[in-house]
């Protein structure tokens, strides 16, 4: 099989398996300690943990603490909820349903639109009393790259707190360095499912939303050593190897242009992730090119709306009619993508598609 949908999750790197590996066993098999107790094998799980914040935090500004959470989803929902503000919040208009669900949980929220690259326009002008703004970095649909800083300094002028997504952005990005809490995710960067991350920077205050032993603080229940472990490794490679990861991305893509020259590409052409490919054919049956494609792992949209029946709210923010929304696949390579497969997977979806255009 060949797996193009690295934009849901990404296989996991052997240096984080390794690492999981070495927590789960542990010298001479002691490596299940409880980090939250105060023995010796607490006290050495403990340490394991410290090391690996000590690496995800390096994908982060200098000057916040991360809060190690069950996924990006509950760094979302920390942040947004436990946020010690009065007023609305604003989000972009292609926030991933984790921001976009939570903001309409809590209260109206102010939708910033995107234009039909895209992308919010950086010059937005925001309403005073407003307790968040919330943009992510990368969008997780159709790639494109968000200009968060502009959005953060407007958010600060409106005396707001900035939440940046940055789910599809760490390790491929520099960190969004004007936020005040970026959430993020560990299978993302080729680490483990089961844990993500909120960074939240000095001085925020937030109100814990799961109660109990507070171990993390701001977030009760027992860590996973081999989880948090895995996360540190992933973090540290994402970070050693960005540049070249980049590179390679940049690679497939350029090849992807010429495979799909007659395709409509979704989203900006320079302000994006190219990583993610969104297309679309006019009058295209997704469902039957999927299920045709046996061999090719791609996505018609975001992983987590994937069943619901409804066209892409992302698509339909940049202005796509419900048919094109509909007529559209996410083709997302990864470190482990070579050359070889893309060409072989676009050869499949392209004779899929023929055969679909011939008979109808």
Not at 168 to 173: E, I, L, V
Request: glycine share 10%; charged share 20%.
């Amino acid at each position: 099989m060949i797996y193009l949908d690295n934009q849901a999750t990404t296989p996991l790197a052997p240096e984080a398996r390794a690492a999981m590996l070495r927590q789960l066993d542990g010298p001479d098999g002691t490596g299940f300690g409880n980090p939250h107790s105060p023995h010796r094998m607490g006290r050495m799980a403990a340490a394991a943990v410290e090391t690996a914040r000590e690496k995800v935090a390096a994908l982060f500004p200098a000057g916040g603490r991360v809060i190690f959470t069950g996924n990006a989803c509950e760094a979302i929902n920390l942040a947004m909820r436990g946020a010690k503000r009065s007023g609305r919040i604003a989000v972009s208009a292609i926030e991933h349903a984790a921001v976009m669900d939570t903001a309409h949980a809590v209260g109206a929220p102010i939708v910033i639109p995107v234009g039909a690259d895209g992308c919010a326009d950086p010059r937005t002008n925001l309403p005073s009393g407003l307790a968040m703004v919330c943009v992510m970095q990368v969008n997780n649909e159709i790639g494109t790259v968000q200009p968060v800083a502009e959005l953060a300094a407007q958010a600060r002028a409106a005396g707001a707190l900035f939440l940046c997504d940055a789910v599809q952005g760490a390790g491929k990005f520099g960190p969004p360095a004007d936020a005040d809490l970026i959430a993020v995710s560990a299978h993302k960067i080729y680490g483990p499912k089961g844990i993500g991350a909120l960074w939240v920077r000095d001085g925020v205050e937030l109100t814990p939303q799961i109660t109990g032993g507070l171990q993390e603080g701001l977030r009760s229940g027992t860590l996973s050593p081999a989880l948090v472990a895995g996360f540190g490794a992933a973090a540290t490679l994402a970070q050693d190897r960005m540049e070249e990861d980049a590179a390679h991305a940049r690679r497939l893509w350029d090849r992807a242009l010429d495979l799909f020259g007659d395709w409509q590409i979704n989203g900006s052409l320079d302000n994006r992730n190219h990583a993610n490919l969104s297309i679309r054919r006019e009058g295209l049956d997704v469902a039957r090119l999927m299920s045709t494609c046996r061999n090719v792992m791609f996505s018609a949209g975001s992983a987590c709306a994937s069943g619901s029946g409804k066209p892409s709210h992302v698509l339909k923010a940049i202005g796509l009619s419900d048919a094109e929304a509909k007529s559209t696949v996410r083709l997302g390579w990864g470190r482990y993508t070579s050359l070889e497969e893309l060409e072989t997977a676009a050869q499949e979806i392209k004779a899929a598609v023929k055969e679909q255009e011939l008979w109808g």
